[in-house]
């Protein structure tokens, strides 16, 4: 569009930051500067000063001098494309878990202290929990959170950790502890076990196993979940599902390796810090 078919009120740095996110289409998991200004037709001082504002709100991350999207977009409609080949992925595989075990199931992955959710499926009585594509679940008060936590390095949790204490925290938890320690020694087996759970209360209460997504070099890049309608405990949950469940996870982390892009947007580590 030139400037002079540009209405009155037209914003010119919106545009370009659609223009800098518009750069990436699936063709590199991920663009250097200079790669992101060619793309969005604009100068490299221009993409930067673009690019420190998206990173900043979350909706780009950078891994060395390679910048790539993360999973806030999600929640922007011009990424419709992208959301679709994952709900292409995911949509089938969950359908097949609801339909076996009842409940619901869920992808997600983590997008700064919360859950993001990717996909769901699940009867009405556990949609009310599960949420929309899109809506956010406590970290440390989830299973499926948690285990996201546990793909992290000592130093990857403590960073995470160290957000949690900025301004306008989102809510952290149900009722378990919140405090380092505690929240370590939960997180720590996880991996090891390839599971984790949230334990049912009674007949009428939800509880859900979650195990981890992985990439080609075997970190988590996404977790997905079993919800259970029925009460059941933890014993139950590993017995009846969590087969079915890593056998899921890892015919999902098959689709998703052969798509780079996606890979790379999933990728729960904590914010990167644009450097000039």
């Known amino acids: 569009m030139s400037r002079e078919d540009r209405p009155d009120g037209f914003v010119d740095a919106l545009a370009r930051g659609l223009a800098v996110l ?24 221009t993409a930067r000063r ?22 806030r977009v999600l929640s922007l409609g011009s990424t419709f494309a992208i959301s679709s080949h ?21 992808a997600g992955t983590l997008d700064g202290n919360a859950v993001i959710c990717l996909e769901h499926q699940a009867t009405p009585v556990s949609a009310r929990v599960i949420g929309a594509n899109g809506t956010y679940h406590p970290a440390t008060g ?9 793909g992290f390095t000592a130093e990857q949790l403590e960073t995470w950790f160290d957000q949690l204490a900025g301004p306008d925290p989102r809510p952290l ?14 997180i720590k087996p996880i991996r090891q076990r390839g599971y984790e759970v949230n334990p049912g209360r009674g007949p ?25 309608e029925t009460g059941a ?22 689709q998703l390796v052969r798509v780079p892009m996606l890979t790379e947007l999933l990728r729960p580590v904590p914010a990167s810090i644009f450097n000039s």
């Open 233 to 254: 405990t933890s014993e139950q949950l590993v017995d009846e599902r969590l087969a079915e469940l890593t056998a899921t996870a890892a015919r999902i982390s098959r």
């Open 50 to 71: 673009s690019l420190i504002t998206l990173v900043s709100l979350g909706y780009v991350g950078r891994s060395g001098r390679r910048f790539h999207l993360r999973p």
């Open 204 to 228: 009428g209460t939800l509880c859900g196993i979650a195990v981890p997504i992985l990439d080609l070099d075997r970190q988590v890049i996404a977790a997905l979940n079993s919800i259970d």
């Open 173 to 186: 938890t149900y009722d378990l502890p919140v405090d380092r320690r505690a929240m370590r020694t939960r």
């Open 86 to 106: 994952l709900g292409a992925i995911l949509r089938p595989e969950l359908s097949a878990l609801v339909a076996r075990f009842g409940g619901g199931a869920a």
């Open 142 to 150: 989830t299973a499926i959170g948690r285990t996201l936590l546990s």
């Open 22 to 45: 518009s750069a990436f289409d699936g063709a590199l998991p991920g663009m250097t500067l200079s790669e992101i200004a060619r793309r969005a037709d604009l100068s490299p001082a």
